[in-house]
């Protein structure tokens, strides 16, 4: 069974940087693709970045993000990593890493393996 776990949260001025980390174990060969949503509190979780993983390089990104959040990966230690810049209170939420045995992009319904999460909190 995947294990997905996350780190690198934290409380950040409005303008600043953060990088989460998520690290895979376990059954990683059947993974093609790992991701960041993000969920605040009271509503729904949303789609942040994802990424293909081995030879494809390709990777999506939510519209509210472009331009700010660069993801990224090292295929042989089973991580990717999310770099947050330019942060904003409306970043604020619990960040999650995900995997699927599909290729694919925001569909969270294509996820099979969730992490746990880490805190992302953005003062104004």
């Known amino acids: 069974q995947v294990q997905l776990v996350e780190s690198g949260g934290g409380l950040v001025q409005a303008g600043g940087s953060l990088v989460l980390s998520c690290a895979a174990s376990g059954g990683t060969s059947d993974i093609y693709t790992m991701g960041w949503f993000r969920q605040a509190p009271g509503k729904e979780r949303d789609f942040v970045a994802s990424?293909?993983?081995?030879?494809?390089?390709?990777?999506y990104y939510a519209d509210s993000v472009k331009g700010r959040f660069t993801i990224s990966g090292d295929n042989a230690k089973n991580t990717v990593y999310l770099q947050m810049n330019n942060l904003q209170p409306e970043d604020s939420a619990i960040y999650h890493c995900?995997?699927?045995?599909?290729?694919?992009?925001?569909?969270?319904?294509?996820?099979?393996?969730w992490g746990q999460g880490t805190q992302v909190t953005v003062s104004s």
């Open positions: 995900a995997a699927s045995r599909f290729r694919t992009d925001s569909w969270l319904s294509n996820y099979h393996y």
């Open positions: 990424r293909w993983r081995g030879n494809v390089d390709r990777t």
